[in-house]
């Protein structure tokens, strides 16, 4: 009988430490969508809300991301070590040559059946483990997309579901940003 005690009693700790560690996770989730959203409403300068959002992103949440925020900058705004440009390039190609507004390269078991296998072997080619290109788009305003991309070893591992649903919130709160400076910028010059 002891055995079995002993037996039981590793199960419930193990039990306890995931219901722990999910948790933490889904505080500290919690908590960097708070931030992003404190981040867009409390910037000062509309020019400096996207790169600021950039930059929180990199590299809590990701190895590197590429916002396109129309209404406040010509080009990309990219927080990225070098090491991860052809990367989010080669992401970007892939969206214009499949003709999609939405990617999602992961071998987490939980994305596996929406990744394309030929995409993560390229995204490995390009030296990231995975990556999501998602539309800005927010009440019929296209604000271009948001890449994120990990590489090997970051701390969250490859993209995860909840982690998708994380970098959605984050692409709508860009989105709608960016569709209130386009309004905003539109009814001061009527």
Not at 21 to 40: C, D, M, N, P, Y
Not at 152 to 166: F, M, N, Q, T, V
Not at 168 to 184: G, L, P
Request: proline share 5%.
């Amino acid at each position: 009988m002891p055995e079995n005690d002993q037996k039981t009693s590793t199960e419930n700790w193990n039990t306890a430490l995931r219901y722990i560690a999910g948790r933490k996770a889904a505080e500290e989730s919690l908590g960097f969508l708070a931030h992003i959203s404190a981040t867009v409403q409390q910037t000062p300068q509309l020019k400096e809300v996207v790169p600021a959002v950039a930059k929180a992103c990199v590299p809590f949440f990701a190895s590197a991301i590429s916002l396109g925020a129309l209404a406040t900058h010509s080009q990309l705004v990219v927080q990225s070590p070098t090491g991860y440009s052809t990367a989010l390039e080669g992401v970007r190609g892939l969206l214009s040559v499949n003709g999609t507004e939405k990617i999602v390269i992961s071998a987490h078991e939980g994305l596996v059946k929406q990744t394309d296998p030929g995409h993560l072997t390229r995204l490995h080619q390009w030296q990231a483990e995975s990556a999501v290109a998602l539309p800005m788009t927010y009440r019929g305003v296209y604000g271009g997309h948001l890449i994120a991309l990990r590489g090997e070893g970051h701390r969250r591992g490859p993209i995860s579901p909840s982690d998708l649903a994380l970098i959605s919130e984050v692409a709508d709160r860009v989105a709608a940003f960016n569709a209130f400076v386009t309004q905003t910028v539109g009814s001061e010059s009527l």
